[in-house]
């Protein structure tokens, strides 16, 4: 396990002494963090440039399964060889991926380079974490947090509005270009202000539950968004990659059983708290990419809207989420886990059943009033069923396995709203009045999706509630950053 060398824990904030590598921290996830959001503005300009209306969907959903299937890996890899050595890998690769996206010159080519930003996005995630853990107590990390979490707020605002500005007035490979100076800052301030004393442990890594689990999903991913169009549905090709796809996954759930530190705890989903809270955010990650991957596409394709406007009505998706977040901890004080989810996911489907109401003709400020409806109902859901588990089990695990089945459900929500767009558009030319009707049926999956939300909130135990009666400490801390 690393540990920070030569710090005294007497102080916190950017001034400190630990404040350098605060800020490098901050730097580090505001690179995954901006690039969660930055692309979806800039999908229309993309496709126009180099095709493959069809395929965008993989842009995401690579990403995705990169990120999330080498997040464990990493996280492993970090008590093996320490962090610093981790984050300047993970910050490389990103990097590398960045420079190859930005002059890529076709769809499969963009796509093969985001799985590279990915894998690079799983060593910073769990890496920055980690450090942010070693840095500060315990008592110390509820207020540390605060700056953390604000690196994503910044970045649900800066990220749509960058992508909108460099697709109408530069181009859409700024806005991986962009990547490049931050990165470079990113590694020079790791490498110059984080210093640690590596004490190697030998950690046990499930490589073959990670490959199977990877093979599978991207199998299953393909079949998906390539059904229909590249091969017919009931086609051997289409039958056996779905097949394959399955059988996979079905060999993944076998290995786990059996692994001695699996990729995703079977026992996890033994627990009703822990299956509810799990199952809530393999929902809320396809609602977010769902939305993210379509509403700036519909704005600028449907409704005439610039780029800058289109990333204006996805801003406020993602900046609603973390103001509801931050009072999300006064609530469920007062009313409980179970009644705070529950508002929020009536908030996200009533958001859900107003985007089924735009039409051809609907303004772009009612489509951001919609998404911020959305982004409120989902900060009182996402952050009370997680702290709930947490306080029910212990964070590290419940954690890990919280941010891996968002990032799973948002990779294959965008693949299966992928599908829906390409069953609707059939390979024809994409027009407005064609667009429409694809996306209305996508938003008609999204509110599906939130109503199950509601269905797995009502499922959570009432004696989830006990946790805040006790006080809890996973309670206590988060209420009070």
């Given amino acids: 396990m690393g540990r920070l060398a030569g710090v005294t824990a007497n102080s916190l904030g950017l001034r400190s002494e630990r404040g350098p590598v605060l800020a490098a921290v901050?730097?580090?996830?505001?690179?995954?963090?901006?690039?969660?959001?930055?692309?979806?503005t800039a999908v229309p300009s993309i496709v126009k440039d180099i095709g493959g209306f069809a395929e965008f969907p993989w842009l995401f959903s690579i990403y995705l399964l990169a990120q999330a299937v080498s997040v464990p890996i990493y996280g492993k890899l970090n008590d093996l060889f320490g962090r610093k050595p981790v984050i300047l890998w993970g910050i490389g690769l990103f990097l590398l991926g960045s420079i190859m996206c930005g002059v890529a010159w076709a769809i499969w080519p963009l796509i093969a380079f985001r799985a590279v930003q990915g894998l690079g996005a799983g060593a910073i995630m769990?890496?920055?974490i980690t450090i942010v853990g070693d840095l500060y107590s315990v008592r110390e990390r509820a207020k540390v947090q605060g700056y953390v979490a604000s690196v994503w707020g910044i970045a649900s605002?800066?990220?749509?509005?960058?992508?909108g500005v460099f697709s109408e007035y530069v181009s859409w490979r700024w806005i991986f270009f962009v990547n490049i100076p931050l990165c470079l800052l990113a590694a020079a301030m790791i490498g110059r202000r984080f210093h640690e004393k590596v004490e190697r442990g030998h950690p046990v890594i499930d490589y073959a539950g990670a490959g199977l689990l990877a093979a599978g999903l991207a199998l299953v991913i393909l079949g998906a968004l390539e059904g229909g169009q590249a091969w017919a549905w009931t086609s051997p090709a289409g039958i056996a990659i779905l097949a394959l796809g399955f059988a996979l996954l079905a060999g993944f759930v076998l290995v786990e059983r059996r692994a001695t530190a699996p990729v995703l705890p079977l026992w996890v989903f033994r627990r009703r708290l822990l299956v509810t809270s799990g199952l809530i955010a393999v929902g809320v990650g396809a609602i977010l990419y769902g939305l993210s991957s379509y509403v700036p596409t519909y704005a600028q394709d449907v409704l005439g809207a610039g780029p800058l406007l289109a990333g204006f009505a996805l801003a406020t998706l993602t900046l609603g989420w973390p103001v509801a977040a931050s009072q999300a901890g006064k609530i469920y004080l007062r009313l409980g886990f179970r009644r705070c989810s529950?508002?929020?996911?009536?908030?996200?489907?009533?958001?859900?059943?107003?985007?089924?109401?735009?039409?051809?003709?609907?303004?772009?400020?009612?489509?951001?009033?919609?998404?911020l409806i959305v982004g409120l109902g989902m900060g009182l859901t996402a952050s009370p069923t997680l702290i709930a588990a947490q306080s029910s089990v212990g964070w590290g695990v419940v954690t890990a396995s919280n941010i891996f089945l968002r990032s799973l459900g948002s990779a294959v929500g965008v693949a299966v709203f992928g599908a829906i767009a390409n069953a609707t558009i059939g390979g024809g030319p994409v027009d407005p009045a064609t667009l429409t009707t694809a996306v209305h049926r996508i938003f008609v999956g999204i509110a599906l999706t939130a109503a199950v939300l509601i269905a797995l909130a009502l499922l959570i135990p009432r004696s989830a509630d006990n946790a805040i009666a006790e006080g809890t400490p996973a309670v206590r801390e988060v209420a009070a950053d």
């Avoid at 901050?26 to 979806?40: E, F, G, K, P, R």
């Avoid at 958001?351 to 772009?364: D, I, K, P, Q, Y």
């Fill in 26 to 40: 901050m730097l580090s996830t505001a690179l995954v963090a901006i690039d969660a959001t930055i692309i979806a």
């Fill in 126 to 128: 769990p890496t920055t």
């Fill in 157 to 163: 605002v800066v990220g749509p509005t960058l992508g």
């Fill in 342 to 371: 529950l508002i929020g996911t009536a908030l996200v489907l009533g958001g859900c059943a107003l985007l089924l109401l735009l039409g051809r003709t609907s303004g772009v400020a009612v489509v951001a009033t919609d998404c």
